[in-house]
Nanobody, 114 residues
Framework: QVQLVESGGGLVQPGGSLRLSCAAS????????MGWYRQAPGKQRELVAT???????NYADSVKGRFTISRDNAKNTVYLQMNSLKPEDTAVYYC????????WGQGTQVTVSS
């Protein structure tokens, strides 16, 4: 059973930064396609950033140049560094792991507000 636990969310002012972490059970970070998604109130869940099966990265246009996905295989952890945050980045952020099946974490709330 794959377990994903997100942390690092919170309240931040516009222009601020946060780093989200996703701690995964077992050694899946190096063998699963890992990514971050988000869901704002009243909206569908959308891709934020992901590693591809070849190990490269893919970002939503709305976060390119501001967000960076990274991973530490030794710690079985995936990160999302979020800079220059905007109010429209407010959402619940979910970690995702895909191979034969898809797994989701419980989510962490990010609120960008002054």
């Amino acid at each position: 059973q794959v377990q994903l636990v997100e942390s690092g969310g919170g309240l931040v002012q516009p222009g601020g930064s946060l780093r989200l972490s996703c701690a995964a059970s077992g050694s899946i970070v190096r063998s699963y396609v890992m990514g971050w998604y988000r869901q704002a109130p009243g909206k569908q869940r959308e891709l934020v950033a992901t590693f591809t099966s070849s190990g490269s990265t893919n970002y939503a246009d709305s976060v390119k140049g501001r967000f960076t996905i990274s991973r530490d295989n030794a710690k079985n952890t995936v990160y999302l560094q979020m800079n220059s945050l905007k109010p429209e980045d407010t959402a619940v952020y979910y970690c995702n792991a895909k191979r034969a099946l898809v797994y989701w974490g419980q989510g962490t709330q990010v609120t960008v507000s002054s």
